[in-house]
């Protein structure tokens, strides 16, 4: 079988209801009732905003045809990171190999939505709602997953996003640089509310969060709220606090996280580019995730844990006149975690020469990410098939769910 064929071959196994948001003041997120569950599973979806570059990202560097195909891409500042087959990780994602080394890591290529026009607002539209066309739903997949499940979940966000959305009230919250609020403006804040259901419930769930809280709440690598890429409103300083959120006993068992800015037009490979600064960023907060739900104060959470990383979009193969890549079609997700069954790459590989292109220009799609997502719902948040099939991810069920989840 010659380079080609095998690179072509399959690498499988190888290798939420904005009701709850109005909280008052700088406690923005809302506290989460029930009693602690020592037992259950966490789901951490970080949504990617801008379309990454799942071939800059996770480049198929044993494809014969990626290199002339994306020329000055197809360098990088060191050597790219081994995976199976013939992929391999962008060399700044150091801390996401490690996972991968220890078998807690899936790399998903070849994979994207059943949109394909290439609009950022309908193509993350369509990985929110998990429909098969832009507003098609009202509601998202996580949020009508919450209401199947009956388990809480966040948002770590100034707004519910349409992800979360669903006939389940979600929590959300974002840094503040509001000063505290003192015992008089919350009495005040209560009897102002009185005659609000929303209102008071939603100033009873903030005062809930606060009394949940350890002393002296904050991580204490949480740096300060401004400057750095450990800002507090930076992915590595929000995932610093989704950290706090999920180690409660009474946490929320689905959190999400988003980070804008992959739009990857020029100077893609730029050593101050903000996809670079991006990249760095993302792989700094799940090494995060990965290390501080895995501290014995965590007991044992990493391994009760899944992420789920997704963009609404790859980029076309080719380079552009700017060195970048412009909108496309297949790209890359990641699904890492301690209940991960690593070590994968899946990927159905297309090939990248011109005749093997979703119309001559894009990676092909051969894997549906709503399959991905629907496996990681199905088999470690423990989504019933029949829920997952009719409610939330209607339209779905002939799809072959892969195996990402340890048994």
């Not at 029930?34 to 801008?50: E, I």
């Not at 195909?69 to 199976?84: D, I, M, S, V, W």
């Not at 007991?299 to 080719?318: D, H, K, P, S, Y």
């Amino acid at each position: 079988m010659d380079a080609h064929a095998l690179s072509r071959r399959r690498l499988l196994r190888g290798a939420l209801a904005a009701g709850a948001a109005a909280a008052a003041g700088p406690w923005a997120t809302l506290a989460l009732g029930g009693t602690a569950r020592p037992t259950d599973p966490r789901l951490v979806v970080v949504v990617l905003r801008g379309g990454m570059d799942g071939l800059w990202t996770v480049p198929a560097i044993g494809d014969p045809d990626f290199a002339p195909a994306r020329g000055q891409l197809a360098e990088y500042p060191a050597a790219p990171l081994p995976l199976a087959g013939p992929f391999a990780l962008h060399p700044g994602f150091e801390r996401l190999h490690a996972a991968w080394k220890d078998k807690e890591l899936v790399v998903v290529h070849a994979a994207g939505l059943p949109y394909r026009d290439r609009s950022h607002f309908d193509a993350q539209n369509v990985l929110e709602g998990g429909g098969e066309r832009p507003y098609q739903l009202p509601t998202g997949w996580v949020g009508r997953a919450l209401a199947a499940g009956g388990q809480p979940g966040l948002a770590l966000s100034t707004a519910v996003p349409l992800l979360m959305r669903g006939p389940k009230p979600v929590d959300t919250w974002a840094p503040s640089s509001l000063p505290e609020p003192n015992a008089d403006l919350v009495a005040r804040l209560g009897r102002l509310y009185a005659n609000d259901p929303a209102l008071a419930t939603a100033l009873t769930r903030a005062q809930g969060l606060r009394a949940d809280m350890p002393a002296g709440a904050g991580n204490p690598m949480m740096p300060p709220a401004s400057g750095g890429k450990m800002a507090s409103g930076s992915l590595p300083g929000l995932t610093l606090k989704a950290v706090e959120f999920l180690r409660q006993p009474r946490g929320p068992q689905f959190v999400m996280l988003e980070q804008g800015g992959w739009d990857s037009h020029a100077n893609l490979a730029n050593e101050k580019s903000a996809f670079l600064n991006n990249l760095a960023q993302l792989d700094t907060s799940l090494g995060l995730l990965r290390e501080q739900l895995s501290a014995p104060a965590a007991n044992g959470l990493w391994g009760r844990t899944v992420v789920l990383v997704v963009t609404e979009f790859g980029r076309e193969v080719a380079i552009n006149g700017t060195r970048g890549t412009d909108h496309g079609t297949g790209g890359a997700a990641f699904v890492l975690g301690g209940a991960v069954r690593g070590g994968q790459v899946l990927a159905d590989w297309p090939g990248l020469a011109p005749k093997d292109r979703y119309e001559g220009r894009d990676l092909r799609i051969t894997t549906d990410l709503r399959a991905v997502a629907k496996a990681v719902l199905a088999d470690h948040m423990h989504i019933a098939r029949a829920a997952l099939d009719k409610d939330v991810f209607p339209g779905t069920a002939s799809l072959k769910l892969p195996e990402l989840v340890r048994a």
